[in-house]
Protein backbone atom coordinates (compact mmCIF):
# COMPACT_ATOMS: atom_id res chain seq x y z
CA UNK A 1 0.00 0.00 0.00
CA UNK A 2 2.56 2.21 -0.95
CA UNK A 3 1.77 5.83 -2.10
CA UNK A 4 1.93 7.26 -5.61
CA UNK A 5 2.84 10.78 -6.03
CA UNK A 6 -0.03 11.61 -7.40
CA UNK A 7 -2.50 11.23 -6.49
CA UNK A 8 -2.17 9.96 -2.45
CA UNK A 9 -3.76 7.07 -1.08
CA UNK A 10 -4.94 7.45 2.14
CA UNK A 11 -5.73 4.42 4.50
CA UNK A 12 -8.11 3.74 7.46
CA UNK A 13 -7.50 0.65 8.46
CA UNK A 14 -10.86 0.82 10.22
CA UNK A 15 -12.70 0.91 7.12
CA UNK A 16 -10.47 -1.31 5.09
CA UNK A 17 -11.28 -4.16 7.85
CA UNK A 18 -14.83 -3.50 7.21
CA UNK A 19 -14.98 -2.83 3.63
CA UNK A 20 -12.17 -5.25 2.49
CA UNK A 21 -12.05 -8.06 4.69
CA UNK A 22 -11.56 -10.37 1.30
CA UNK A 23 -8.15 -9.38 0.33
CA UNK A 24 -6.45 -11.00 3.45
CA UNK A 25 -9.45 -13.75 3.26
CA UNK A 26 -8.59 -14.62 -0.36
CA UNK A 27 -4.85 -14.36 0.19
CA UNK A 28 -4.32 -18.26 1.36
CA UNK A 29 -3.64 -19.27 -2.31
CA UNK A 30 -0.62 -16.90 -2.92
CA UNK A 31 0.40 -17.03 1.25
CA UNK A 32 0.40 -21.49 0.03
CA UNK A 33 2.99 -20.66 -2.98
CA UNK A 34 5.31 -18.93 -0.75
CA UNK A 35 6.11 -22.27 1.12
CA UNK A 36 7.69 -21.23 4.39
CA UNK A 37 9.55 -23.03 6.06
CA UNK A 38 9.86 -22.69 10.37
CA UNK A 39 12.46 -20.39 11.27
CA UNK A 40 13.26 -18.05 8.03
CA UNK A 41 13.14 -14.50 8.54
CA UNK A 42 10.53 -12.97 5.57
CA UNK A 43 9.58 -9.01 4.64
CA UNK A 44 5.99 -8.95 4.62
CA UNK A 45 5.68 -5.57 1.76
CA UNK A 46 2.63 -4.10 2.06
CA UNK A 47 1.42 -5.80 5.04
CA UNK A 48 -1.56 -3.54 5.56
CA UNK A 49 -3.38 -4.17 9.30
CA UNK A 50 -1.55 -7.35 9.26
CA UNK A 51 -3.79 -10.32 9.01
CA UNK A 52 -1.87 -12.17 6.29
CA UNK A 53 1.46 -11.23 7.92
CA UNK A 54 -0.07 -12.95 11.45
CA UNK A 55 -0.93 -16.07 9.74
CA UNK A 56 3.04 -16.09 8.01
CA UNK A 57 3.90 -15.73 11.63
CA UNK A 58 1.86 -18.77 12.55
CA UNK A 59 3.90 -21.46 10.06
CA UNK A 60 6.84 -20.68 12.40
CA UNK A 61 8.45 -17.43 10.70
CA UNK A 62 10.40 -14.18 11.62
CA UNK A 63 8.32 -11.68 9.75
CA UNK A 64 9.10 -8.29 9.38
CA UNK A 65 5.71 -6.16 7.84
CA UNK A 66 6.24 -2.71 6.29
CA UNK A 67 3.56 -0.03 4.72
CA UNK A 68 3.74 2.95 3.62
CA UNK A 69 0.48 4.22 5.79
CA UNK A 70 1.13 4.94 9.36
CA UNK A 71 -2.60 3.62 9.94
CA UNK A 72 -1.86 0.13 8.88
CA UNK A 73 1.36 -0.48 10.36
CA UNK A 74 -0.14 0.73 13.67
CA UNK A 75 -3.20 -1.87 13.39
CA UNK A 76 -0.61 -4.67 12.55
CA UNK A 77 1.11 -3.51 15.65
CA UNK A 78 -1.42 -4.11 17.95
CA UNK A 79 -1.66 -7.76 16.48
CA UNK A 80 2.02 -7.64 18.08
CA UNK A 81 3.69 -7.77 14.67
CA UNK A 82 7.20 -6.10 13.69
CA UNK A 83 5.38 -3.84 11.41
CA UNK A 84 7.60 -0.76 9.99
CA UNK A 85 6.79 2.49 8.35
CA UNK A 86 8.11 2.26 4.94
CA UNK A 87 7.91 2.86 1.58
CA UNK A 88 8.42 0.14 -0.89
CA UNK A 89 10.66 2.15 -3.51
CA UNK A 90 13.33 3.08 -1.06
CA UNK A 91 13.37 -0.62 0.90
CA UNK A 92 16.26 -0.25 3.03
CA UNK A 93 17.18 -3.98 3.67
CA UNK A 94 20.58 -5.72 2.77
CA UNK A 95 20.78 -9.87 2.47
CA UNK A 96 18.24 -9.81 5.18
CA UNK A 97 15.64 -12.34 4.13
CA UNK A 98 14.96 -15.19 2.93
CA UNK A 99 12.00 -14.61 1.07
CA UNK A 100 9.64 -11.22 0.33
CA UNK A 101 5.76 -11.86 0.21
CA UNK A 102 3.34 -9.17 -0.73
CA UNK A 103 -0.32 -9.20 -1.43
CA UNK A 104 -2.66 -6.66 -2.86
CA UNK A 105 -0.40 -4.03 -2.75
CA UNK A 106 2.35 -3.71 -5.61
CA UNK A 107 -0.39 -2.33 -8.06
CA UNK A 108 -0.05 0.92 -5.66
CA UNK A 109 3.65 1.46 -5.79
CA UNK A 110 3.10 2.79 -9.87
CA UNK A 111 5.96 5.34 -10.03
CA UNK A 112 8.46 2.95 -10.30
CA UNK A 113 7.74 -0.47 -10.02
CA UNK A 114 11.71 -1.45 -11.35
CA UNK A 115 12.94 0.38 -7.43
CA UNK A 116 10.33 -1.54 -5.60
CA UNK A 117 12.14 -4.74 -7.59
CA UNK A 118 15.48 -3.47 -7.22
CA UNK A 119 14.65 -2.94 -3.64
CA UNK A 120 13.25 -6.45 -2.73
CA UNK A 121 16.33 -8.18 -4.92
CA UNK A 122 18.76 -6.33 -2.45
CA UNK A 123 16.19 -7.18 0.86
CA UNK A 124 16.49 -11.13 0.05
CA UNK A 125 19.68 -13.51 0.67
CA UNK A 126 21.17 -15.16 -2.25
CA UNK A 127 18.66 -17.50 -3.73
CA UNK A 128 15.68 -15.97 -1.77
CA UNK A 129 12.61 -15.96 -2.82
CA UNK A 130 9.95 -13.25 -4.32
CA UNK A 131 6.00 -13.57 -4.11
CA UNK A 132 3.13 -12.16 -4.27
CA UNK A 133 -0.45 -10.99 -5.96
CA UNK A 134 -1.39 -7.75 -6.98
CA UNK A 135 -3.92 -6.31 -9.94
CA UNK A 136 -3.09 -7.27 -12.92
CA UNK A 137 -4.08 -6.03 -16.50
CA UNK A 138 -7.89 -5.59 -16.67
CA UNK A 139 -8.62 -5.33 -12.98
CA UNK A 140 -11.59 -3.53 -12.44
CA UNK A 141 -11.61 -2.09 -15.88
CA UNK A 142 -15.18 -1.78 -15.41
CA UNK A 143 -15.16 0.87 -12.69
CA UNK A 144 -12.21 2.38 -13.92
CA UNK A 145 -13.96 3.39 -16.91
CA UNK A 146 -17.22 4.20 -15.03
CA UNK A 147 -14.37 6.51 -13.28
CA UNK A 148 -13.36 8.15 -15.40
CA UNK A 149 -16.21 8.80 -17.43
CA UNK A 150 -17.60 10.36 -14.10
CA UNK A 151 -14.75 12.57 -13.80
CA UNK A 152 -14.78 13.83 -17.64
CA UNK A 153 -18.34 14.78 -17.18
CA UNK A 154 -17.26 17.10 -14.66
CA UNK A 155 -14.85 18.68 -17.26
CA UNK A 156 -11.48 17.08 -15.46
CA UNK A 157 -8.72 17.02 -17.56
CA UNK A 158 -7.08 13.92 -18.58
CA UNK A 159 -8.36 11.90 -15.33
CA UNK A 160 -6.88 9.14 -16.75
CA UNK A 161 -3.69 10.51 -15.90
CA UNK A 162 -4.72 10.40 -12.15
CA UNK A 163 -5.08 6.79 -12.03
CA UNK A 164 -3.40 5.66 -9.29
CA UNK A 165 -3.11 1.93 -9.87
CA UNK A 166 -0.50 -0.13 -11.84
CA UNK A 167 -1.69 -2.85 -13.49
CA UNK A 168 0.53 -5.43 -15.77
CA UNK A 169 -0.11 -7.71 -17.88
CA UNK A 170 1.96 -11.16 -17.41
CA UNK A 171 4.75 -10.49 -20.00
CA UNK A 172 5.53 -7.10 -19.18
CA UNK A 173 5.52 -8.29 -14.99
CA UNK A 174 7.79 -11.06 -16.15
CA UNK A 175 10.33 -8.98 -18.06
CA UNK A 176 10.47 -6.58 -15.27
CA UNK A 177 11.11 -9.53 -12.81
CA UNK A 178 13.71 -10.66 -14.90
CA UNK A 179 15.73 -7.48 -15.55
CA UNK A 180 15.80 -7.03 -11.38
CA UNK A 181 17.87 -10.52 -11.36
CA UNK A 182 14.65 -13.53 -10.75
CA UNK A 183 14.29 -16.01 -12.04
CA UNK A 184 10.30 -16.97 -12.98
CA UNK A 185 8.90 -19.95 -11.98
CA UNK A 186 5.10 -18.85 -11.93
CA UNK A 187 3.17 -16.35 -13.16
CA UNK A 188 -0.18 -16.46 -14.36
CA UNK A 189 -3.16 -13.99 -14.93
CA UNK A 190 -6.70 -14.67 -12.58
CA UNK A 191 -10.01 -13.71 -13.26
CA UNK A 192 -11.91 -13.40 -9.70
CA UNK A 193 -14.91 -11.36 -9.59
CA UNK A 194 -15.06 -10.62 -6.19
CA UNK A 195 -18.41 -10.13 -4.10
CA UNK A 196 -17.93 -6.26 -2.49
CA UNK A 197 -19.69 -7.01 1.48
CA UNK A 198 -20.46 -3.60 1.52
CA UNK A 199 -21.51 -2.35 -2.01
CA UNK A 200 -19.87 -0.42 -4.44
CA UNK A 201 -19.89 3.11 -3.20
CA UNK A 202 -18.56 1.54 -0.12
CA UNK A 203 -15.58 -0.01 -1.97
CA UNK A 204 -15.23 3.74 -3.95
CA UNK A 205 -14.78 5.40 -0.96
CA UNK A 206 -11.96 3.23 0.78
CA UNK A 207 -9.97 2.67 -2.92
CA UNK A 208 -10.92 5.62 -5.21
CA UNK A 209 -11.26 8.89 -3.08
CA UNK A 210 -7.30 10.01 -4.34
CA UNK A 211 -9.35 10.43 -7.52
CA UNK A 212 -12.50 11.74 -6.49
CA UNK A 213 -11.15 14.30 -4.28
CA UNK A 214 -9.63 16.35 -7.46
CA UNK A 215 -13.21 17.99 -7.55
CA UNK A 216 -14.16 20.14 -5.18
CA UNK A 217 -15.88 18.43 -2.01
CA UNK A 218 -19.42 19.60 -2.56
CA UNK A 219 -19.01 17.18 -5.47
CA UNK A 220 -17.69 14.16 -3.99
CA UNK A 221 -20.88 12.10 -2.95
CA UNK A 222 -22.86 13.32 -6.11
CA UNK A 223 -19.52 11.69 -8.48
CA UNK A 224 -19.81 8.73 -6.11
CA UNK A 225 -23.64 8.26 -6.17
CA UNK A 226 -22.79 8.83 -10.15
CA UNK A 227 -20.65 5.97 -10.56
CA UNK A 228 -22.52 3.77 -8.45
CA UNK A 229 -25.46 4.35 -11.13
CA UNK A 230 -23.00 3.69 -14.22
CA UNK A 231 -22.14 0.52 -12.71
CA UNK A 232 -25.44 -0.54 -11.52
CA UNK A 233 -26.48 -2.65 -14.43
CA UNK A 234 -23.23 -4.90 -14.83
CA UNK A 235 -21.74 -5.32 -11.30
CA UNK A 236 -24.90 -5.46 -9.54
CA UNK A 237 -27.38 -8.22 -9.42
CA UNK A 238 -31.25 -8.78 -8.74
CA UNK A 239 -30.70 -8.71 -5.35
CA UNK A 240 -28.65 -5.43 -4.84
CA UNK A 241 -25.23 -7.66 -4.54
CA UNK A 242 -22.43 -5.61 -6.02
CA UNK A 243 -19.35 -7.87 -7.40
CA UNK A 244 -16.15 -6.29 -8.35
CA UNK A 245 -14.26 -7.12 -11.93
CA UNK A 246 -11.23 -8.24 -10.23
CA UNK A 247 -8.00 -9.93 -12.48
CA UNK A 248 -5.63 -10.65 -9.98
CA UNK A 249 -1.57 -11.08 -11.19
CA UNK A 250 -0.11 -14.04 -9.28
CA UNK A 251 3.68 -14.73 -9.15
CA UNK A 252 6.44 -16.91 -7.79
CA UNK A 253 10.42 -15.76 -8.25
CA UNK A 254 13.72 -16.45 -6.76
CA UNK A 255 16.63 -14.38 -7.37
CA UNK A 256 18.69 -15.76 -10.21
CA UNK A 257 22.01 -15.81 -8.55
Request: charged content about 20%; hydrophobic content about 40%.
Amino acid sequence: MDPNTTPTQVWNSDSYAVNAPYVPALGQPVLDLLYVRPGERILDLGCGDGVLTEKIVALGAEVVGVDSSQDMVDAARRRGLDARVASGYSLDFNREFDAVFSNAALHWMKDDPDAVIAGVNRALRPGGRFVGEMGGHGNVAAIAVALLSTLERRNMANPASLIPWYYPTVDGYRAKLEGGGFVVNYIELIPRPTPLPTGMAAWIETFCMSLIRNLPETEHANAVAEVVERLRPVLCDEKGHWTADYVRLRFAAKLSR
